[in-house]
């Protein structure tokens, strides 16, 4: 359990700080554990501003003391690591790249969104495209009339190899749940029913990240590869209908479903409440 800094038993920074040479953060759910001096690394940025330039008691803690964050918890790390000593080592498959950007304006680290800003492209992915400076080159190589034909030619080779075309390939996506619901005496069914704790998304990982964008859950199985498939996404609501409002959109439709069922007392007495457990899977398709 995260205590006060008076607690913590670890000595404060520079003698000066009140803030103790070890803290714990609660950034979007997830739970880190760094140095004070990390969190400082780069002057001006907002955490710099945070934990240098305020005290303890105007920062905003969870139920367990710790410092929160709202933001991404998991694209965190990699802040993180920047800071530990101003580098930036990435997965060789992260199409993540944008949001990772976006955290880094966020966090006002302003060089390591430089860093991430030339490399992305608006669908989230490494851009394999020609930037405009060496169109321009090409244009003033061939003249007038020959460099609008070498832009046409560049436009259509960086097009062919986009990855957003790649994303709308024919495939399938499993949706599972599962819920639970109550019948009372009388056969009266109560409030809880179709409880849906949480919606698992199987398939290809690219895919996945097509159709769900921000809402998919990675965390069980970051960095995945994007061809590869996988099993362990869920998503970060519980409404089935929108899951499906968001497979109908980019052209997918159901295909299959399957579903089976058990039964239980809430107590020994048969006249009690059943509570009905249930697994149930949607597959979609886009042809």
Same mark, same amino acid.
């Given at each position: 359990?995260? %205590?006060?800094?008076?607690?913590?038993? #670890?000595?404060?920074?520079?003698?000066?700080?009140? $803030?103790?040479?070890?803290?714990? %953060?609660? #950034? @979007?759910?997830q739970v880190y554990v760094t140095r004070h001096k990390t969190l400082i690394a780069v002057p001006d940025s907002l955490l710099w501003t945070m934990f240098s330039k305020k005290s303890p008691k105007e920062l905003a803690r969870d139920s367990k003391g710790r410092f929160f964050l709202d933001r991404d918890g998991f694209l965190f790390r990699y802040i993180l690591d920047y800071l530990r000593d101003l580098n930036l080592v990435l997965p060789d498959y992260f199409p993540e790249k944008s949001r990772l950007q976006r955290e880094a304006d966020f966090f006002q680290l302003r060089d390591l969104a430089k860093r991430l800003s030339p490399r992305v492209s608006k669908d989230n992915s490494i851009s394999e495209?020609?930037?405009? /400076? &060496?169109?321009?080159?090409?244009?003033?190589?061939?003249?007038?009339? @020959?460099?609008?034909?070498?832009?046409?030619?560049?436009? #259509?080779?960086?097009?062919?190899?986009?990855? /957003? %075309?790649?994303?709308? +390939? /024919?495939?399938?996506?499993?949706?599972?749940?599962?819920?639970?619901?109550?019948?009372?005496? &009388?056969?009266?069914? &109560?409030? +809880? $029913?179709?409880?849906?704790?949480?919606?698992?998304?199987? @398939? +290809?990982?690219?895919?996945? +990240?097509?159709v769900f964008g921000d809402t998919l859950n990675e965390s069980r199985d970051p960095d995945r590869p994007p061809e590869r498939y996988t099993s362990r996404y869920y998503l970060k609501y519980n409404f089935l209908e929108q899951a499906f409002d968001k497979l109908t959109e980019v052209g997918f439709h159901m295909v299959a479903c399957s579903s089976t069922g058990t039964c239980a007392y809430t107590s020994n007495d048969p006249n009690e409440d059943k509570i009905w457990t249930s697994y149930t899977e949607y597959v979609f398709c886009r042809d």
């Open positions: 359990m995260a %205590l006060a800094d008076t607690e913590r038993g #670890v000595s404060n920074c520079g003698g000066d700080s009140p $803030f103790s040479e070890i803290i714990e %953060l609660n #950034v @979007g759910g495209e020609i930037s405009q /400076s &060496d169109t321009e080159e090409g244009a003033q190589q061939c003249g007038s009339s @020959g460099g609008m034909e070498t832009l046409r030619a560049m436009s #259509v080779s960086g097009a062919m190899r986009s990855p /957003s %075309l790649d994303s709308r +390939k /024919s495939g399938y996506i499993t949706i599972g749940y599962r819920g639970s619901y109550t019948i009372g005496r &009388d056969i009266q069914t &109560d409030a +809880k $029913f179709r409880r849906v704790a949480r919606i698992t998304v199987c @398939g +290809k990982t690219s895919l996945a +990240k097509e």
